[in-house]
């Protein structure tokens, strides 16, 4: 892959004609280490956030040895990528081939479920084996996080009691898994969900040897600035160490956007201004897909050789799509100069932009080269900055 310094010194030698996709392995790296460091626990990659082999591997490379797959497709694709990867299959709906294909000939062992239909497919599928590690998932509130996962899938936490003891008979290790929806924006949502989890394993009188807390650790965006991981982690600890289970019990996480938000962004070319709205070169269809369909905002910068020195002002986005939904409200914040033909990088959409491209229209590129500057924002650059100090001073 090529290499530049930044957004500009890609914009300068390729003047790129399609949206590129601009990553920055350090910056997953740095978050690969800090979950595998500093949370109490397992941390598993959540692949459908970014399912880029190249990410998979620097998040490998960096000390993630487990990935939440979702589909056949994904157990196929880390496996392939890393074949060493233990591999969490979390989709509580699957099919009975997925399970059989992920059980015999991936090594998949822990599924997850949410009735009793799949469960008792589970068993089927796999042949009723002595080793399957089943995960009950339950139904928590999505109240503190910026995109619900609270309808779809999982059991109700009172409901919960009969399907919790059939996985522990089925099981060679039983969990109790959750998600609190993407993005939460308070550690409360972990200590809310384990508080009603915990009701639910009380209630069934089984032994847990598995609390896979989920996803939904956040990363920072405009107007969305969360508390330090750190917080999120302290509350995780200290409510599961609250937990009725076992003494050997593993506290398991599966993030997907906190690993790999900061991991990339776009760097597109603006076709044509009116007023302050700008037609850009990628947009709904492509790595915008939740700046569009879910009001998601996105920090931008205008990549010009000779910075502007006009005000700020706000702007709003069209894709390149002949499609009106085609449209990014932001608000987008540059220079009111802006004007086509210039450059502008969106940032942070390493998380759920570049897995959400489509073709649509005959647009959807997927040019990408890594650049070595910081990403626009991170979460974990402060605590980057004071281990490198500390390497420093060891040195000396
Ligand atoms: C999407 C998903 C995740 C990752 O969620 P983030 O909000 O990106 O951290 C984790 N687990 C499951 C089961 C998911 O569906």
């Not at 600035?225 to 593993?250: K, N, T």
């Not at 700008?278 to 700046?291: C, H, T």
């Not at 998601?296 to 990549?303: D, G, Q």
């Amino acid at each position: 892959m090529r290499k530049y310094h930044n957004a500009l010194g890609v914009a300068a030698a390729l003047r790129p004609a399609s949206p590129v996709t601009l990553v920055r392995p350090h910056a997953a790296a740095r978050a690969a280490r800090f979950f595998a460091q500093r949370f109490p626990g397992l941390s598993m990659y959540a692949v459908k956030a970014n399912p880029s082999p190249d990410l998979l591997r620097t998040l490998w490379n960096a000390g993630i040895t487990h990935y939440d797959v979702a589909s056949i497709t994904e157990v196929r694709l880390v496996r392939s990528v890393l074949p060493d990867a233990k591999l969490c299959f979390m989709h509580p709906v699957k099919s009975a081939e997925a399970i059989t294909e992920a059980y015999f000939e991936h090594g998949v062992r822990t599924f997850s479920l949410d009735t009793q239909e799949e469960l008792d497919k589970i068993v089927e599928a796999t042949g009723a084996p002595d080793d399957l590690w089943l995960c009950v998932r339950i139904r928590v509130s999505s109240d503190h996080s910026e995109l619900s996962l609270a309808s779809k899938f999982g059991v109700r936490a009172e409901e919960a009691a009969p399907l919790l003891m059939a996985a522990r008979q089925a099981s060679d290790a039983l969990g109790v898994c959750f998600h609190v929806g993407s993005q939460a924006m308070s550690p409360a949502a972990y200590t809310n969900a384990i508080a009603l989890v915990r009701a639910a394993i009380v209630e069934a009188g089984v032994t847990v040897d598995v609390v896979d807390v989920g996803g939904g650790f956040p990363s920072v965006y405009p107007g969305m600035d969360p508390a330090p991981l750190d917080l999120y982690f302290q509350a995780v600890h200290d409510a599961f160490e609250d937990m009725p289970i076992s003494y050997s019990a593993e506290l398991w996480c599966e993030p997907g956007r906190a690993l790999c938000a900061e991991y990339a962004s776009v760097l597109v070319r603006v076709e044509q201004r009116k007023g302050n709205t700008l037609y850009i070169n990628d947009g709904a269809y492509g790595s915008l897909f939740d700046a569009a369909h879910v009001a998601w905002r996105f920090p931008s910068a205008l990549i010009r050789s000779e910075p502007s020195e006009a005000e700020f002002e706000a702007f709003d986005l069209y894709g390149p799509t002949c499609d009106d939904m085609d449209h990014m409200d932001g608000p987008f914040y540059l220079p009111g100069d802006v004007k086509a033909g210039d450059f502008i990088e969106i940032g942070m959409l390493g998380a759920y932009g570049a897995a959400m491209r489509t073709a649509f229209n005959g647009f959807g590129s997927s040019e990408t080269v890594e650049v070595a500057d910081e990403p626009m924002f991170s979460l974990y650059r402060e605590d980057e900055q004071g281990a490198e100090i500390i390497s420093i001073t060891g040195r000396n």
